[in-house]
């Protein structure tokens, strides 16, 4: 069984840093993406960053320069550095694993850690 537990998430004051981490768990076959999201109160779920299969990453407009995803391959667990945060990055943040061949594509989700910048 697959399993995403994060960690990470708390209070900060603007302009202050966190770094989540996501560790993964149990088999998981054909990753493509692995990335994170964020939800704020009363708005869908976006796109942070990712990284793929390849290396290469991707992140938000709103966060780039920003953030920073990485990975500790040892330890099958990857982290957001949040730096220079501000009250709009307030969120849950949910690390992803998009997995499997393209005709049975698989979405894997941790719970979520809630980040909340204070201003």
């Known amino acids: 069984q697959v399993q995403l537990v994060e960690s990470g998430g708390g209070l900060v004051q603007a302009g202050g840093s966190l770094r989540l981490s996501c560790a993964a768990s149990?088999?998981?076959?054909?990753?493509?993406?692995m990335g994170w999201y964020r939800q704020a109160p009363g708005k869908q779920r976006e796109l942070v960053g990712a990284?793929?299969?390849?290396?290469?990453?991707n992140y938000a407009d709103s966060v780039k320069g920003r953030f920073t995803i990485s990975r500790d391959d040892a330890k099958n667990t990857w982290y957001l550095q949040m730096n220079r945060l501000k009250p709009e990055d307030t969120a849950v943040y949910s690390c992803?694993?998009?997995?499997?061949?393209?005709?049975?594509?698989?979405?894997?989700w941790g719970q979520g850690t809630q980040v909340t910048v204070s201003s």
């Open positions: 992803n694993i998009r997995a499997g061949h393209s005709w049975n594509v698989q979405d894997y």
């Open positions: 149990g088999t998981i076959f054909n990753i493509h993406v």
């Open positions: 990284v793929t299969s390849g290396g290469t990453t």
